[in-house]
């Protein structure tokens, strides 16, 4: 049983309320657990959680269970295999190379409640509208949908229609759900990231076409985020938590988890034991942030 510690200076000085934004990255959402067991041994509890993609779930698990989160995600993670979560052979319709069968037994196995307005905190999945391309904020109603909408990565998974509308994977607009915490209602927001946030220079520009496609998707994700990060630090504290990973695994390597987890822990803990917050900027390692700076956020 992990013991709980006093709330560190800088997480007690953070006005009120604290929306936890809870990021995408596929697998490497584990690294959000240890994130999660470095706040919830300093009593760290949020008042509103906001995820998109991997996520949403994540963050839909922290809502049912504030300040004892972390232990009921770890065995979400650390037992999945990519097979049961992505599975060959169920292809429901030309809508997507997966069918949503894996994802949907791994939410049943996380023992959620059957509606947003029954989880213990309040809650929010981001997806995106695929008529319009206008974030869709998942605040209220079915649960499962709402988490099934926010990960279904286009041409992966499935579309989710819901409430009448074509839903699809909430990174495609809000990677770091940030500003959806900010319409929410927070007066400050931790945020939980999973990955490196943008990709480094290379040596020599891609040729093939899937690698120059990733490339320029992540290019994307990159500027989208710093977008975001620079919009909602100017107006609250935004305080954006290490993993202290420097290897990241393939998106659906579920092998690694328990390394995300622990790398994760440690880092997220010294970073939190030594942080001071002081008005609206962008928190992380080494003090405020310049946007120059945001491709150390995943590490």
Same mark, same amino acid.
């Given at each position: 049983?992990?013991?709980?510690?006093?709330?560190?200076?800088?997480?007690?000085?953070?006005?009120?309320?604290?929306?936890?934004?809870?990021?995408?990255?596929?697998?490497?959402?584990?690294?959000?657990?240890?994130?999660?067991?470095?706040?919830?041994?300093?009593?760290?509890?949020?008042?509103?959680? #906001? %995820?998109?993609?991997?996520? +949403?779930?994540?963050?839909?698990? *922290?809502? =049912?269970?504030?300040? $004892? /989160?972390?232990?009921? @995600?770890?065995?979400?993670?650390?037992?999945?295999?990519?097979?049961?979560?992505?599975?060959?052979?169920?292809?429901?319709?030309?809508?997507?190379?997966?069918?949503?069968?894996?994802?949907?037994?791994?939410?049943?196995?996380?023992?959620?409640?059957?509606?947003?307005?029954?989880?213990?905190?309040?809650?929010?999945?981001?997806?995106?509208?695929?008529?319009?391309?206008?974030?869709?904020?998942?605040?209220?109603?079915?649960?499962?949908?709402?988490?099934?909408?926010?990960?279904?990565?286009?041409?992966?998974?499935?579309?989710?229609?819901?409430?009448?509308?074509?839903?699809?994977?909430?990174?495609?607009?809000?990677?770091?759900?940030?500003?959806?915490?900010?319409?929410?209602?927070?007066?400050?927001?931790?945020?939980?990231?999973?990955?490196? #946030? %943008?990709?480094?220079?290379? +040596?020599?520009?891609?040729?093939? *076409?899937? =690698?120059?496609?990733? $490339? /320029?998707?992540?290019? @994307?994700?990159?500027?989208?985020?710093?977008?975001?990060?620079?919009?909602?630090?100017?107006?609250?504290?935004?305080?954006?938590?290490?993993?202290?990973?420097?290897?990241?695994?393939?998106?659906?390597?579920?092998?690694?988890?328990?390394?995300?987890?622990?790398?994760?822990?440690?880092?997220?803990?010294?970073?939190?034991?030594?942080?001071?917050?002081?008005?609206?900027?962008?928190?992380?390692?080494?003090?405020?942030?310049?946007?120059?700076?945001?491709?150390?956020?995943?590490?």
């Amino acid at each position: 049983m992990s013991v709980t510690s006093p709330e560190p200076a800088g997480l007690r000085d953070l006005p009120r309320p604290v929306a936890v934004a809870v990021g995408g990255g596929g697998v490497l959402g584990a690294a959000q657990v240890g994130i999660g067991y470095a706040l919830e041994q300093r009593g760290f509890v949020p008042d509103l959680i #906001v %995820g998109t993609s991997v996520g +949403a779930l994540n963050g839909a698990i *922290a809502a =049912a269970h504030p300040g $004892r /989160a972390a232990p009921w @995600l770890d065995r979400v993670w650390t037992r999945a295999r990519r097979r049961e979560v992505f599975p060959f052979g169920y292809l429901p319709s030309r809508a997507g190379v997966f069918a949503d069968r894996g994802l949907r037994h791994l939410i049943a196995s996380a023992g959620l409640p059957a509606r947003i307005e029954d989880l213990a905190a309040p809650f929010t999945a981001v997806a995106m509208d695929l008529a319009t391309g206008l974030p869709a904020l998942l605040d209220h109603g079915d649960l499962e949908s709402a988490l099934l909408a926010s990960a279904a990565i286009p041409g992966v998974l499935p579309p989710v229609v819901r409430e009448g509308r074509t839903l699809v994977d909430g990174g495609m607009i809000a990677y770091i759900p940030v500003l959806a915490a900010l319409r929410a209602g927070a007066a400050s927001v931790v945020v939980l990231t999973a990955g490196p #946030v %943008g990709p480094q220079s290379p +040596a020599r520009l891609p040729r093939r *076409a899937g =690698a120059v496609a990733a $490339r /320029a998707g992540l290019l @994307l994700w990159r500027h989208q985020i710093e977008r975001d990060l620079h919009e909602v630090s100017r107006r609250i504290p935004t305080v954006v938590l290490p993993t202290g990973v420097d290897t990241w695994p393939a998106p659906w390597d579920f092998r690694h988890a328990q390394r995300l987890i622990d790398t994760a822990r440690l880092a997220a803990g010294r970073f939190l034991d030594g942080l001071r917050v002081s008005g609206p900027g962008l928190y992380g390692t080494g003090g405020p942030l310049t946007t120059s700076a945001l491709s150390e956020v995943g590490r």
